[in-house]
T-cell receptor, first 115, second 113 residues
């Protein structure tokens, strides 16, 4: 079964710092990749997704992620974080063409931005 | 507004009692999912349903049951057989079947005393 690994469980940054959150998955076939965000007290919402095509994907709120197939990675980046980016971030994978059983999620990264 | 509504938001129960969490969607999505979220564990799939009157076990189905009698509704029952039921429960539905993107409700926090 596929698995998703997020390297950092807790990250603390100052405002305006650059962000990179790591995500690796363990499936060798074709995948769809996602980053979701959960702001305090709010529901999970989609930040960005990779389906096919350009491996550099841009999402909402200035986030982007790069799919590197050879490294089985889909790291999330933002050049300059804001206090409002404080949230929990989840990477998720779905086997392409096999949508029956939902998404497999990583354990999440809790990001705290200090003013 | 289209979306997924979960109720109740907070629920307290005594050990040994069954609890049913509601999930309703008006997005006209066929597939619906239940996940459990625990600190440091991410989201784990409990049950899913691709279509009305059909559902499948996920990775951690033991101690849970579901039904899918209507397209818009997918209730989850946490039974007394679930050994560690205190958790945050998230319901989701699948929008585009090609990409697999999920839309989530706001969750239900169950605390068993």
């Amino acid at each position: 079964a596929q698995s998703v690994s997020q390297h950092n469980h807790h990250v603390i940054l100052s405002e305006a710092a650059s962000l990179e959150l790591g995500c690796n998955y363990s499936y060798g076939g074709t995948v769809n990749l996602f980053w979701y965000v959960q702001y305090p007290g709010q529901h999970l919402q989609l930040l960005l997704k990779y389906f096919s095509g350009d491996p550099l994907v841009k999402g909402i709120k200035g986030f982007e992620a790069e799919f590197i197939k050879s490294k089985f990675s889909f790291n999330l980046r933002k050049p300059s974080v804001q206090w409002s980016d404080t949230a929990e971030y989840f990477c998720a994978v779905r086997l392409s063409g096999g949508g029956a059983d939902g998404l497999t999620f990583g354990k999440g990264t809790h990001l705290i931005i200090q003013p | 507004d289209g979306g997924i509504t979960q109720s109740p938001k907070y629920l307290f129960r005594k050990e040994g009692q069954n609890v049913t969490l509601s999930c309703e969607q008006n997005l006209n999505h066929d597939a619906m999912y239940w996940y459990r979220q625990d600190p440091g564990q991410g989201l784990r799939l409990i049950y899913y349903s691709q279509i009305v009157n059909d559902f499948q076990k996920g990775d951690i189905a033991e101690g849970y049951s579901v039904s899918r009698e209507k397209k818009e509704s997918f209730p989850l029952t946490v039974t007394s057989a679930q050994k560690n039921p205190t958790a945050f429960y998230l319901c989701a539905s699948k929008g585009d079947p090609n990409t697999g993107e999920l839309f989530f409700g706001e969750g239900s926090r169950l605390t068993v005393l």
